[in-house]
């Protein structure tokens, strides 16, 4: 079953990640509504000019919008992962196959694991070999700790074993880990807050001086050399977002 269903960067597997229940076509439906409305206010407030560049940025703001939402259910899967590997390694312990086992998580877990278990299990119901199913799921929650999982289940089928015993293995590891990234956050919490300020205050005031005096941003929007301006300042930015973002991201 492949998930790559229509291309381009609000396709049908874009929208999964983000855990959207919405068609593709009904999500651009929306980006170009929105395009619309940031568009006249661009005209009212300044011209022509302002309106492209806040049409323009709405396809952007969705892309954002996406990839926050589906960074946020990657997360919420992380953090439920140790509670789910207990649900799995307890059903096999009750005599069941993995792929009961598995049945049985989706079933118990919370949302976003439930979604994921439960596709796991159907996508297996109807042909697809079961360690390719983890390994997209780990691919596609770009998840180490379920990879392993993945790897674990499928040794175990080659060369037999206690698979129970060594989901719990498993599950102690990805515990512990998910204390240390609970530690770095929390120690790391003041340095994110610092970029977002950053990020944020040059655009909250351009918006202000919109408001409130919009031809003080009419020399920028009303020459050549104003438009060259915006467009190294707004590179400078991306650059500088990109960085901070480098900065204060941990990986394990």
Same mark, same amino acid.
């Given at each position: ?25 009904d999500?651009?439906?929306?980006v170009?509504?929105?395009m619309?409305?940031?568009g006249?206010? /661009? ?31 990657r ?51 109807? /042909? ?34 206690n ?7 498993? /599950? ?28 944020a205050?040059?655009? /909250? ?48």
């Amino acid at each position: 079953m492949e998930r790559t269903v229509g291309g381009g960067p609000f396709s049908r597997a874009k929208l999964e990640d983000a855990g959207l229940r919405i068609s593709p076509p009904d999500f651009l439906i929306l980006v170009l509504a929105a395009m619309a409305v940031f568009g006249l206010g /661009g005209l009212v407030l300044n011209g022509p000019g302002l309106a492209i560049l806040f049409a323009a940025m709405a396809p952007l703001a969705a892309l954002a919008y996406l990839s926050l939402l589906a960074d946020r259910r990657r997360a919420k899967f992380d953090e439920q992962l140790g509670d789910n590997i207990l649900l799995i390694s307890g059903g096999l312990r009750a005599g069941h196959s993995i792929l009961r086992s598995i049945d049985a998580a989706a079933q118990e877990a919370a949302v976003p694991s439930s979604e994921e278990f439960a596709r796991i299990v159907n996508e297996t119901r109807v /042909g697809r070999d079961l360690d390719e199913a983890l390994t997209e799921t780990a691919a596609r929650m770009k998840s180490d700790d379920f990879a392993w999982i993945g790897q674990a289940i499928q040794i175990n089928r080659e060369v037999g074993g206690n698979l129970a015993e060594v989901l719990d293995h498993v /599950g102690e590891t990805i515990r512990e880990r998910a204390e240390i990234k609970a530690q770095v956050k929390a120690l790391s919490a003041e340095g994110r807050l610092s970029a977002i300020i950053l990020i944020a205050l040059p655009i /909250g005031i351009a918006l202000m001086l919109m408001v409130v005096n919009p031809k003080y941003l009419g020399v920028l929007t009303g020459s050549i050399l104003g438009w060259v301006m915006l467009g190294v300042g707004a590179v400078m930015m991306t650059i500088g977002s990109l960085w901070l973002r480098k900065i204060i991201q941990i990986k394990f």
